[in-house]
């Protein structure tokens, strides 16, 4: 006869020297008597139908254990009982039955008052201990209070609820069945059920698809839709940051390690809130306690010391306290912990990403938003309040959004409001149409590593959320981009068509391709009323190496320089072979002024524009390149002809763009109404096309006015392959 899985471990037992003679097989057998005082027999082990009865007890010894009834366990031996007393009896399952709670509703009864009591006690002190550990809001909006809910409160009390019901369906030795009772504690069994039920409930009405909740998730932000040019002030280049979050860590740490006192003992924290500081975009971040042990003996001292991080000069500097440390942050384990004192202190409030920020004396705070949910449960979020927590006393103020201090700038997080003007292109016109038609549908790009694609722009001394926005389809062009206030959720959107992010980082790496190098997430800027991607470009060390601009609409035009100050001029350059040039307070700027003959004039079409390119005697080595149609009067000039302009100085090139062609006073050529040429190009802001402007124009050779049209047509339709001289 073949032995059994059980037979065969027990001779193994028995082989390696164990004693396995109270240990039983195949249905099983009665337990084996206590020997002494305290001992306890083991019941045989019951691996087929029925399970078997404890042994006997003797002098205060436990009865055995009785067989477990079949597998899965459909029921458990007894415990013997003390003194000689018979252990309990196992279940009497038909070994395929399912894990059985019975023996539980068989068992249980309560202990004596006292014991009950102090069980009482205890529970209450670890709930409250629980409670201070996690400190989850007593809020019903919050997620976690039901989490907690559940787990500590409504599971124990069904569970006792239930077992009750059973004991008074069935009687035990202590309790007489009573049916009425029964049912009592049956029917409080469903007062559990029924929360949970209503937290389900209030979840599904926080849904988009709840009739009328589409309206209301797309009104959570209002956006209006100014034009770029007039709200988007121009770029100023000692204010513009030049360096990412990974390049201010990067920094920060460096600075570190130049302070041996602080090595040993803090660490940086991976924070790096990007705040305008007295006007200079900044990153600032706390120390944190090395480890366990480093805060156990620091902890009287507290953190000393916070980074800074100039995002315009790259310049990181630790900045030391004095006698106003920082005693709550987020590595302070116990009672100083930043999260669990404001919670603590706001029990019903919930609060969502906090950030570390500095006043303008420099003093640390912790910015500390109060979110709130305005659909159903859970849906909807925004913030409603901010609490303000003195990182060194640990003082705190509750406001409101709208009396927020004007140097905070973080009181909603990035990512939420992202999220909130996400709600707006997918429900503005109804939930059946975000995934249906998607008649108008649009949202926020996308980043290139998975995440959300944003950067921040320093704004009227405050800091706003930037992003693209495309549309349904996630293509490649953006249809504008919008930008939202940090502290006061204000959004404006700006309709401007052209390269998504991702594209024209990648067209700026293109233009370095040999290098390797990759681009940070780009920055909107104005150039010359152009919006204009900004970013910088970093080595495999995530040195920053490079900079590049590009024209969000024109994508291709990508201007790189090593210095920000090259790449303006070169990027300056670009703009003006389209007929764009910066304007300073006194004009165009960087142009230079050109008068003599013309030795040379080519002409090509590039990306559908025309352009002249002309050779000027005693220029050697130079290029002038006038495009059309912001130029037009070249059209009336020949080879031999005097010519009066001027020109934007490109670096890096000896084509240089062509400015504004001068008549013979030096000033500009005019038309027949006595208006700068200029002026009739940029009707309004558009440019006209070169069939409407030789219509009304009075250039400088009388003959090339007769000729307008045709020699505007031969420069449109000049051939591609063409070259420039």
Not at 65 to 93: A, E
Not at 185 to 209: D, H, K, Q, T
């Amino acid at each position: 006869m073949a032995k059994s899985g059980l037979d065969a471990l027990l001779e193994a037992l028995q082989q390696s020297g164990m004693n396995t003679d109270n240990v039983g097989s195949g249905a099983g057998g009665a337990g084996a008597d206590g020997a002494s005082s305290g001992a306890a027999g083991a019941g045989a082990a019951a691996a087929g139908a029925g399970g078997s009865q404890g042994g006997r007890g003797a002098s205060g010894s436990r009865g055995g254990v009785g067989g477990f009834g079949g597998f899965p366990f459909s029921g458990f031996g007894g415990f013997g009982g003390g003194s000689g007393h018979d252990g309990g009896k196992g279940g009497s399952g038909d070994g395929d039955g399912p894990v059985s709670f019975e023996f539980l509703a068989n068992d249980f009864h309560l202990p004596g008052k006292k014991t009950l009591v102090l069980l009482i006690i205890v529970a209450l002190l670890v709930i409250a201990g629980a409670y201070w550990w996690f400190h989850p809001a007593i809020n019903i909006h919050s997620t976690d209070f039901w989490t907690f809910v559940f787990i500590v409160i409504l599971l124990p009390v069904f569970l006792f609820f239930w077992m009750k019901s059973k004991q008074y369906r069935t009687g035990t030795k202590e309790i007489t069945q009573n049916e009425g009772k029964a049912k009592t504690f049956r029917a409080l069994s469903f007062i559990p059920i029924a929360v949970v039920v209503l937290v389900a409930i209030g979840a599904v009405m926080s849904m988009a698809i709840f009739p009328g909740n589409a309206e209301k998730y797309s009104n959570v932000l209002k956006t209006d839709t100014l034009e770029f040019a007039q709200d988007i002030k121009e770029v100023n280049y000692n204010e513009i940051p030049v360096i990412d979050r990974d390049s201010a860590i990067l920094l920060g740490s460096r600075e570190m390690g130049s302070i041996p006192e602080y090595v040993s003992q803090f660490e940086v924290s991976s924070l790096y809130s990007q705040i305008n500081y007295q006007g200079t975009p900044v990153r600032v971040s706390p120390l944190n306690y090395a480890d366990l042990f480093k805060w156990f003996t620091n902890r009287e001292g507290g953190i000393p010391a916070y980074a800074l991080v100039n995002m315009t000069t790259q310049d990181a500097e630790i900045v030391r306290l004095g006698d106003s440390p920082i005693y709550y942050s987020q590595s302070e384990p116990l009672v100083r912990n930043i999260d669990r004192h404001v919670q603590l202190k706001y029990p019903f409030y919930m609060f969502d990403e906090k950030s570390f920020e500095i006043d303008d004396d420099g003093h640390p705070w912790w910015i500390c938003p109060v979110k709130d949910f305005t659909i159903g449960l859970f849906g909807g979020q925004t913030i409603s309040r901010v609490v303000l927590c003195d990182a060194t006393t640990g003082e705190t103020q509750d406001l409101a959004v709208e009396d927020c201090p004007e140097w905070v700038d973080r009181v909603f997080p990035a990512e939420l409001l992202i999220q909130q003007y996400n709600w707006w292109g997918s429900y503005n016109n109804g939930w059946f149409n975000s995934f249906l038609g998607q008649e108008g549908v649009v949202r926020t790009t996308p980043g290139t590593d998975g995440t959300l694609g944003y950067n921040y722009l320093a704004k009227d001394d405050d800091v706003w959320v930037y992003t693209g926005v495309t549309s349904a389809t996630a293509d490649n062009s953006i249809i504008g981009f919008v930008l939202v206030n940090q502290r006061t959720q204000e959004s404006h959107f700006y309709s401007v068509s052209g390269a998504t992010e991702d594209s024209a980082m990648n067209s700026a790496e293109g233009q370095v391709q040999n290098l390797r190098y990759t681009a940070t997430f780009p920055l909107l800027i104005n150039v010359s009323n152009q919006p204009t991607y900004f970013m910088a470009l970093k080595d495999g060390a995530g040195l920053v190496k490079k900079f590049a601009m590009i024209d969000i609409q024109r994508y291709q035009n990508v201007a790189v320089g090593d210095t920000v100050a090259d790449t303006q001029k070169a990027y300056e350059a670009l703009l003006a072979t389209n007929g764009v040039v910066a304007e300073g307070e006194d004009g165009a700027t960087d142009v230079v002024t050109v008068k003599g003959t013309i030795r040379s004039m080519n002409q090509a079409v590039i990306d559908g524009n025309t352009h002249f390119y002309v050779t000027v005697e005693g220029e050697d080595g130079s290029v002038f390149d006038f495009a059309l149609p912001g130029l037009l009067d070249i059209v009336g000039y020949k080879e031999g002809d005097s010519i009066n302009f001027t020109y934007v100085e490109a670096a890096g090139s000896n084509v240089s763009p062509a400015y504004e062609i001068l008549g013979a006073d030096g000033k500009p050529a005019e038309n027949a109404s006595g208006e700068p040429q200029d002026d009739v190009v940029e009707d309004n802001g558009a440019a006209q096309t070169p069939e409407q402007v030789a219509d009304g124009t009075d250039t400088q050779n009388a003959a090339a006015a007769a000729e307008g049209d045709a020699a505007t047509d031969a420069a449109a339709g000049a051939a591609e392959g063409n070259k420039a001289a």
